[in-house]
């Protein structure tokens, strides 16, 4: 999703901890929250080797380093594959809920201002720019230093880049190829070769490019972002650092609007409320007036109802990222303009996403009204609480929570020596985690010590002076 900079939307980034958490607000509503806990990213760059071949899938599996085996489609690499051979792929699909992670042989390492194809020997420039004087001097540009028939997609941040600043990060780019193809020569072992930005780290890229507001709680993170501003020779007056006595997202209120996502629930503005029901095969929605504009003629009440809600879905089915078949149930419309109404708002709401991610079905017979949405990562549930199986991400998920405490505790004046009382396996977590020692020492002046409360239970804490 495109992140715009209008006075109406801003970033608000919560780096206090080990992992980033970052809310997107429009209209001073949360509409998306991403969660960085780090780990394996979409378009990472991988050595691995072919473990199976699945004629019948007409895809191959691949053996990665420190991870499962990625799904390979023939149609997604140049040339024959056999089992144990030796390939380059990239990461196309993250892997969610039940589904593994989908792996391309067509290699493309993006940039900041721009995106190389190995092989594909094409220049684009942004269709945005209409100057044909600045078009050919870019073109002319881009072609001396093209090499090896590489394709080079220049991205509109960088129109405004000085010719230097274009060539260093052609030079950059290739250098990471090179990387990947010396690996490939020199294979052994499967391994990470090339890491590649977080969609986290792209959405806030994208947002301080198009001028956006962005309030950032945490120093390292601010500078950072600071110091990328400079080198790219932006601006960082729309970049604040938070400094309040509360962390950021509780200050802004963000943790209410992330537990209020989280509920089946939702209060429509003006009367009525919808249902949502995320199930395994569908996510089912349910208008219910409640009593609202009790008195009104029946099919007017519906129609008002019925469009208030239309707008309150699309955002609710963006902020909890649900994919695949909905099914809503509205309020009863007699008329055809009714529905016509309603089947508008729909795709008004939506609308850029209608261009491929989301696909109307419109009016059942039975008056029920369906669409399907391009899975696109998991579910804010999924993301903030992993199912069952999945300790390691519990066990950070709850590492998390507690350093994010603590460190909430020092801004209301708590610092100094202080006993960190915590689960078990949380403890024995701290004792590997220098980074989260270091954020603990930052905060309280000097770290902490660690005590293990077999007591306590999943994220709790407690914390005394010694």
């Given at each position: 999703?495109?992140?715009?900079?209008t006075h109406h939307t801003r970033l608000l980034i919560d780096a206090v901890a080990l992992e980033r958490r970052v809310a997107l607000i429009e209209n001073n509503r949360l509409t998306r929250l991403w969660i960085d806990r780090g780990g394996p990213a979409r378009f990472d760059i991988h050595l691995g080797r072919v473990s199976k071949l699945m004629p019948e899938m007409a895809a191959a599996m691949v053996a990665l380093d420190g991870m499962a085996d990625g799904l390979l489609p023939f149609d997604r690499y140049h040339g024959p594959l056999h089992e144990g051979q030796w390939v380059l792929v990239q990461i196309s699909r993250l892997g969610f809920e039940d589904k593994g992670v989908k792996l391309t042989g067509r290699i493309a390492i993006e940039g900041v201002g721009m995106i190389l194809r190995p092989g594909a020997n094409h220049i684009e420039l942004p269709r945005k720019l209409k100057d044909g004087d600045k078009r050919a001097e870019l073109l002319d540009l881009l072609s001396t230093l093209q090499a090896d028939a590489d394709g080079i997609m220049l991205r509109s941040v960088a129109l405004d880049w000085t010719a230097d600043?274009?060539?260093?990060?052609?030079?950059?780019?290739?250098?990471?190829l090179q990387k990947a193809q010396k690996a490939l020569s020199e294979a052994s072992r499967p391994q990470l070769v090339s890491k590649a930005q977080s969609e986290t780290d792209q959405v806030i890229e994208r947002h301080l490019m198009a001028g956006g507001a962005c309030i950032v709680d945490g120093t390292d993170e601010f500078v950072r972002l600071r110091g990328l501003l400079t080198m790219l020779g932006k601006s960082d007056d729309n970049l604040v650092r938070h400094v309040g006595r509360r962390l950021l997202f509780d200050d802004q209120d963000i943790e209410e609007e992330i537990a209020a996502a989280l509920a089946p629930r939702v209060e429509l503005h003006g009367g009525g409320w919808i249902a949502i029901?995320?199930?395994?095969?569908?996510?089912?929605?349910?208008?219910?007036?409640a009593g609202a504009d009790v008195g009104r003629d029946s099919e007017?009440?519906?129609?008002?109802?019925?469009l208030r809600a239309a707008a309150e879905i699309v955002h609710q089915i963006r902020l909890r990222n649900i994919g695949g078949l909905v099914v809503i149930d509205p309020l009863r419309m007699k008329s055809r303009a009714g529905r016509d109404k309603f089947d508008a708002a729909i795709r008004d709401a939506f609308g850029d996403e209608l261009d491929g991610a989301v696909q109307i079905g419109g009016f059942t017979r039975l008056g029920l009204y369906e669409f399907s949405r391009q899975r696109a990562g998991e579910s804010l549930r999924a993301t903030l609480f992993a199912p069952r199986g999945r300790a390691r991400?519990?066990?950070?998920?709850?590492?998390?929570s507690v350093v994010?405490?603590?460190?909430a505790e020092t801004r209301n004046g708590v610092s100094g020596m202080v006993d960190l009382s915590v689960t078990?396996?949380?403890?024995?977590?701290?004792?590997?985690?220098d980074d989260a020692i270091q954020i603990l020492t930052n905060a309280f002046g000097v770290a902490p010590k660690i005590v293990a409360d077999p007591t306590l239970e999943d994220d709790a804490y407690r914390l005394e002076k010694n």
């Open positions: 999703m495109a992140v715009g900079g600043t274009i060539a260093a990060e052609y030079k950059l780019l290739k250098s990471q029901d995320p199930a395994t095969a569908l996510c089912a929605i349910d208008v219910n007036a007017t009440r519906a129609v008002d109802i019925n991400l519990l066990l950070d998920a709850a590492l998390n994010r405490a603590a460190v078990s396996d949380v403890a024995k977590t701290l004792a590997d985690r």
